[in-house]
Structures are given as structure tokens and as C-alpha cells.
């Protein structure tokens, strides 16, 4: 089974998602925690949700499986379908690649 494709971070309480990409689903988000845990996260938005809302709030949710050479493609269908940037977590339109990035 692949491990490398999209998620997205869910906000159980609001319903606003982050969309992203990963090689390895636990080791994103394992790193993703660390850092929303720390109060560090690079994207400020997910982060003020994170400490308004509390853990337990978010869940990580695997949307679909990719091979490696799909996954920006398919990262950037779902944050124009789910529209991240104007009603979630998401901060830049364009997804980039996070590969060699857990």
C-alpha cells in the first residue's frame, strides 16, 4: 500500500481543512504536531486554531494515495476543490513540493 499522498488536517469544531502532501503520512504528520505543540508550526493560521480549539480538536485524515511523481498535481486539485486558501488553514494557492521534507 502507498504511503505517500494527500491529506488534510480537519478542524472537527469548525469544519476548516488544511490540505497537504506527504512521502510518509505518519512522519508528516508526527512533524506537523511538533510543531503545533511547540507553538512553532509554520503556518500561523493552523497554529492559532491549534491553541484556540485544542488537539483534540484537529484529526489527520488521508484523502488520497498517489505515487510520488503525482503528488503536487493532486495536491493542488484538492485545495482548489476544497477552496483551503479563502475557508481554511491553508496560507499559499499553489502547492510546492515537500519531498525529501517529512
Known sequence: MLNSGVYI????VNCKTYVGSATNFSK????????????????IILQRAWAKYGAEAFEFIVIERVELDKLLEREQYWMDTLQV??????????????????
Do not use: D, M, T
Open 9 to 12: 488536517i480537519f478542524n472537527k
Open 85 to 102: 486558501c479563502e475557508y481554511g488553514y491553508n496560507i499559499l494557492p499553489r502547492a510546492r513540493s515537500g519531498i525529501g521534507r517529512q
Open 28 to 43: 508528516r504528520w508526527a512533524v506537523h504536531r511538533h510543531g503545533l505543540k511547540r507553538g512553532k508550526h509554520e503556518n
